[in-house]
C-alpha cells in the first residue's frame, strides 16, 4: 500500500509507555491478546519506509512485539487483542508480499507476552554473517507437513538438524536430533555444514526451528553447499504442535519449545528434559538474572529462585541487595553484552550441561 509520508514525521512512530504502564493498560482493558509470528523472505526496497507504515497502522490497533525489517523481508513477532485480529489480518493481507501469509498463533497465549511496539530496521531479518551475493535465500528446500516429517525423520538415511541454539534445545527438541551446541544461527551454518560435508549426496537433510525463518534461509544456504536433500519442517516446531494436537498424530518432539516473548517457553510434551542450572533438579523454565547489570539468560527452579532471589550468583544476590543508585553506579559504562549474549553460559553455573 502507498504510504503519504508528507506528515509521517509529525505522528507517533515511536513507543512512548514504559513496560509497567502498557501491562496497566492490558489488565484494565480485560481482553483476550493473541500472540503471533510470522516472516516472510522478499526485497524491500526502502525497510525504514516500510518500517514507518507497520508503526502507524499496528499502533492505533495496539498491536505489541518485536518486528525486524530489512531488505530481505520481514520477521514479526507479536500480541494483538483478540477482536482485533480480523483488522490486524486484513490489514497484513493488504500487503502484496504478506497476503496469506503463514501467522502462527501460539498454543498457549500470554495477555503480557509483549508490552511494547518495537519495528526495528536491521542489516538482515536473521543475522546469519554471511556475504555471498551468489547465495539466493529464495532456492528453498522442501517444506513438509507434520505427518511427512514424522515419516522423513523415521528414515535412517535422514540426519535431523535442530536450526536452534543450545539454550532453546536443551529444554526441548526432537527425539534423535542432532542438536549443535552453538550460541547463534551464524555459528551454526558453517559448523553443520563442516561436519555433514561427507553426507551432501547420501542422506537426507532435514531441518527444524521454532516458527521456520532460519530453516528457511539454512535450506537455501546448504542447496548452495551443494546438499542434494534438503528439508524443512513447514512452520516450524510452532505449526507440528498445532497439527499433531489437531490430527491426533505421534508427538516426536520432547520437552518445551522456547520462545522468544515473557513466556519463554510452551510446552509441547509433559517431558522435563533439562535441569536446573544451579541445583540439578529436573527443570526446563528459563529465567534472566536480577541484577540488571547481569541479566544471564539460565534455568533456575523454584526452590532455587527463592533461596537465590532470582540470582544466578551469590555476587549478583549481593548486588541486588544495595540501594538502586550504587547498582546503577557500578554498572555505569560497563559493557555487559556478551554475558548476556552468552545465554545460558557462565562458570557460575555449576550444573550447566
Not at 490486524?88 to 500487503?95: L, N
Request: glycine residues 6%.
Amino acid at each position: 500500500m502507498p504510504l503519504n509520508t508528507k506528515n509521517v514525521y509529525s505522528m507517533q512512530l515511536y513507543n512512548k509507555l514504559s513496560a509497567e504502564e502498557r501491562r496497566e493498560l492490558i489488565r484494565a482493558a480485560g481482553k483476550e491478546r493473541l500472540t503471533i509470528s510470522f516472516y516472510q523472505y522478499h526485497q524491500i526496497g526502502n525497510p525504514q519506509l516500510f518500517r514507518d507504515h507497520l508503526f502507524l497502522h499496528w499502533h492505533p490497533m495496539d498491536v505489541l512485539g518485536r518486528i525486524y525489517v530489512a531488505h530481505e523481508g520481514i520477521n514479526a513477532q507479536l500480541s494483538v487483542p483478540g477482536d482485533r485480529f480480523e483488522e490486524f489480518k486484513s490489514f497484513v493481507d493488504s500487503i502484496d508480499f504478506l497476503e496469506n501469509v503463514r501467522l502462527n498463533i501460539a498454543r498457549e497465549q500470554d495477555n503480557e507476552s509483549f508490552l511494547k511496539l518495537k519495528v526495528k530496521v536491521r542489516n538482515k531479518i536473521v543475522a546469519d554473517g554471511l556475504n555471498d551475493e551468489t547465495f539466493d535465500v529464495t532456492n528453498k528446500g522442501i517444506h513438509v507437513d507434520a505427518t511427512a516429517f514424522n515419516e522423513l525423520i523415521a528414515d535412517p538415511d535422514t540426519v535431523l538438524v535442530d536450526m536452534r541454539n543450545h539454550y532453546e534445545s536443551e529444554i526441548g527438541h526432537f527425539k534423535n536430533a542432532w542438536t549443535p551446541d552453538v550460541d547463534t544461527f551464524r555459528d551454526s551454518l558453517d559448523y553443520i555444514e563442516d561436519k555433514l560435508k561427507d553426507h551432501k549426496e547420501d542422506k537426507k537433510l532435514v531441518m527444524y526451528c521454532t516458527g521456520g525463518i532460519r530453516c528457511e534461509k539454512a535450506s537455501a544456504y546448504y542447496k548452495h553447499k551443494g546438499f542434494k536433500d534438503v528439508y524443512q519442517l513447514e512452520g516450524g516446531i510452532i505449526e507440528y504442535h498445532r497439527q499433531v494436537t489437531e490430527q491426533g498424530l505421534e508427538n516426536k518432539f520432547k520437552g518445551k519449545n522456547f520462545v522468544f516473548d515473557h513466556r519463554l517457553a510452551e510446552k509441547i510434551s509433559d517431558e522435563v528434559i533439562a535441569n536446573c542450572h544451579q541445583c540439578g533438579t529436573p527443570f526446563d523454565l528459563h529465567t534472566n538474572c536480577a541484577n540488571e547489570a547481569c541479566h544471564l539468560l539460565f534455568i533456575q527452579c523454584n526452590s532455587c529462585k527463592d533461596k537465590m532471589e532470582n540470582c544466578c550468583s551469590d555476587e549478583c544476590k549481593e548486588i541486588i541487595q544495595l540501594p538502586i543508585e550504587e547498582q546503577k553506579k557500578l554498572r555505569a559504562g560497563k559493557y555487559n553484552s556478551n554475558k548476556i549474549f552468552k545465554k545460558g553460559r557462565s562458570e557460575k553455573l555449576v550444573f550447566k550441561k
